[in-house]
């Protein structure tokens, strides 16, 4: 119902930046909260940043806020994470994710979400 693809990834140098992106399929974007999700080796999903379906409230996870951007456009359908200051435990997989929804809530847990991407790579050197 509901397809995410994500790009963007890539291999950059600790202080660089990045912008992933996260197109979404259908019509009715507008009606999805978003979030972004990450994985690095060995370890569990965590949260990132999430973003209610008209954009009038964002939310992020501590490692990240002064750091990360989450941002819409929905006459694109696609949803964008501005990622400055890259750390080296920055590194994982990123997910995008979309929770149809009537109600303007960002949502921080995994669980909130039905729709996932495939992931896109972020490596960091040091």
């Known amino acids: 119902q509901v397809q995410l693809v994500e790009s963007g990834?890539?291999?950059?140098?600790?202080?660089?930046?990045?912008r992933l992106s996260c197109a979404a399929s259908g019509r009715t974007f507008n009606s999805y909260a978003m979030g972004w999700?990450?994985?690095?080796?060995?370890?569990?999903?965590?949260?990132?940043a999430a973003i209610s379906?008209?954009?009038?409230?964002?939310?992020y996870a501590d490692p990240?806020?002064?750091r990360f951007t989450i941002s819409r456009d929905n006459a694109k359908n696609t949803?964008?994470?501005?990622?400055?200051?890259?750390?080296p435990e920055?590194?994982?997989?990123?997910?995008?994710a979309a929770r149809i929804t009537a109600w303007g809530s960002a949502?921080?847990?995994?669980?909130?979400?039905?729709?996932?991407?495939q992931?896109?790579?972020v490596t960091v050197s040091s």
């Open 119 to 121: 992931g896109t790579q």
């Open 90 to 96: 920055d590194t994982a997989v990123y997910y995008c």
């Open 64 to 66: 990240v806020k002064g």
């Open 37 to 48: 999700f990450r994985q690095a080796p060995g370890k569990e999903r965590e949260f990132v």
């Open 9 to 18: 990834g890539g291999l950059v140098q600790a202080g660089d930046s990045l």
């Open 53 to 59: 379906r008209g954009a009038g409230s964002t939310t």
């Open 107 to 117: 949502y921080v847990k995994s669980d909130d979400y039905g729709y996932w991407g």
């Open 79 to 87: 949803v964008y994470l501005q990622m400055n200051s890259l750390k």
